[in-house]
């Protein structure tokens, strides 16, 4: 910055100073908000020490062409309070102090601008004053819109490393073996995390995950997660995983259904076969039953017939009692045999009709494979097109790993070392992936409204506000 620069932003910064509005006899505040010139002086001042206090949106640490009188916006909270603590060194005299308005303050001399807001302090919160609620929503409902996108992507992923556990392996090794490289930390608790990830069904965390992202208030965080490391990891790690890995084993999931098919077809066959022979004899035999069945009855009605005729026939008589001691005999023999295999039959048609309804259950599972494959593969095109992309969906992926890890209370889903573990000490591992879990999705927040800023379809809303206070 040259030095005419310098001297015209600090003759606005002069002229602020003698016309805030007087509170009390302590206290004065600013009615109009600190611009992109004043806020330059502070930035410039920053970088002789190498620290970068611009907004994220801006793409250099100059102001663009022709905004020097424009509100500064888009300042996070920690640099508004910065710019205070700064102003205090460098321009104010003894027993002042510059610090941001409170929200008593800014309620009681508002502006009236709109769409730009300013940050102030509530208790010990920094909150953003001065912007209606109906443009807070619409803001709100952009920002949700355009992440969709990504929990689309999301989705795809979860369903795919949920189709088969050794994704989350190789996932994790992945990431352990180039954390490793780099000594990355984070990035190796990450992979440590990843490996207790047993049996998942993190898809259902989608929305979950979702509904705990905040925009309007992303700028008042102190971030603790660099996305260099993680974007430089993450993605080539699940292109690696996907690309190498997953058509496989979506082949292998159909395959092994129609397998299951097929094993469950040629035992139908075969029961079907086996059951069709019984049918045949147990028909045949049905028959002779019948027909001994009928000498029998035969034999019985003549006897009672010849009871009632004359002496002479007695001989006729005999010879028909004893008749019907054969059929007797013999009907009596043969329908022991026939109800054997009459169990037989119905056991054996038992068996076929078991058969048959697993064979049926086959069927809707080879199905069900079908279209989880055919999911599966639009999920896996999906993923492939969004690889190259600048998106943060890995972002979101971790975060969604993490909230499911947080919510596993099962045993079975837990490592060895996890179930040793004190219950004050369980409680300090759910702390640590919910922590982890909200730094990501911070993060992810923070990147995506700063690409919708900088591309211009969203606006730039934090300003800053002073009050000048006597110490």
């Not at 004065?28 to 806020?39: K, L, N």
């Not at 941001?100 to 730009?116: A, D, F, H, N, S």
């Not at 054996?348 to 809707?364: G, L, M, Q, W």
Request: charged share 30%; with cysteine; glycine share 2%.
């Amino acid at each position: 910055m040259n030095e005419k620069f310098n001297l015209a932003a600090n003759v606005l910064l002069s002229r602020r100073f003698n016309n805030l509005l007087q509170i009390d006899e302590n206290v004065e505040i600013d009615m109009d908000y600190i611009t992109c010139a004043e806020y330059q002086l502070f930035i410039d001042e920053k970088l002789i020490s190498g620290e970068h206090r611009q907004p994220d949106h801006w793409t250099s640490d100059r102001f663009p062409p022709g905004e020097a009188r424009k509100p500064i916006v888009g300042v996070r909270a920690s640099y508004a309070e910065e710019f205070c603590d700064w102003l205090t060194q460098q321009y104010s005299v003894l027993d002042f102090r510059y610090r941001l308005p409170t929200l008593t303050e800014v309620e009681e001399y508002p502006l009236t601008e709109g769409e730009i807001g300013y940050w102030c302090k509530d208790g010990k919160k920094n909150v953003i004053a001065g912007i209606e609620q109906t443009q807070w929503q619409l803001w709100k409902e952009h920002l949700n819109s355009s992440c969709r996108h990504d929990f689309g992507t999301v989705r795809s992923l979860a369903n795919t490393f949920d189709s088969n556990q050794v994704l989350y392996v190789l996932f994790a090794k992945n990431i352990r073996e180039n954390a490793k490289t780099i000594n990355d930390n984070y990035l190796l608790k990450l992979s440590k995390a990843l490996f207790a990830v047993t049996s998942p069904t993190i898809l259902k965390h989608i929305e979950h995950i979702f509904n705990k992202i905040d925009f309007i208030f992303v700028l008042n965080i102190n971030f603790v997660v660099d996305n260099t490391s993680i974007a430089n990891i993450i993605k080539p790690a699940i292109a690696d995983v996907i690309k190498n890995n997953a058509s496989l084993l979506s082949d292998s999931m159909i395959s092994n259904a129609q397998r299951v098919l097929q094993e469950s077809e040629s035992q139908l066959i075969k029961a079907e076969k086996e059951f069709q022979k019984l049918q045949r004899k147990f028909s045949e035999e049905s028959k002779k039953y019948k027909e001994l069945q009928l000498i029998f009855e035969e034999a019985l009605y003549n006897l009672n017939y010849l009871k009632n005729i004359d002496r002479e026939k007695q001989y006729e008589f005999r010879e028909a009692e004893n008749e019907l001691i054969i059929a007797t005999n013999n009907f009596k023999s043969f329908e022991t045999h026939f109800r054997e295999n009459e169990k037989k039959f119905k056991s054996c048609e038992s068996v076929r009709d078991k058969i048959y309804e697993e064979f049926k259950s086959n069927t809707e599972k080879l199905n069900k494979a079908q279209k989880q494959y055919n999911q599966l593969q639009d999920d896996l095109n999906h993923i492939s097109r969004r690889l190259s992309e600048n998106s943060y969906y890995y972002l979101l992926f971790i975060a969604l790993i993490f909230d499911w890890l947080l919510t596993q209370k099962d045993s079975s889903y837990q490592t060895e070392a996890q179930l040793k573990l004190t219950d004050q000490q369980s409680e300090g591992v759910s702390s640590d992936y919910a922590t982890q879990r909200d730094e990501i999705l911070d993060l992810y927040t923070f990147l995506v409204l700063r690409d919708e800023r900088r591309s211009g379809r969203i606006p730039v809303w934090e300003g800053i506000r002073i009050v000048r206070e006597r110490s």
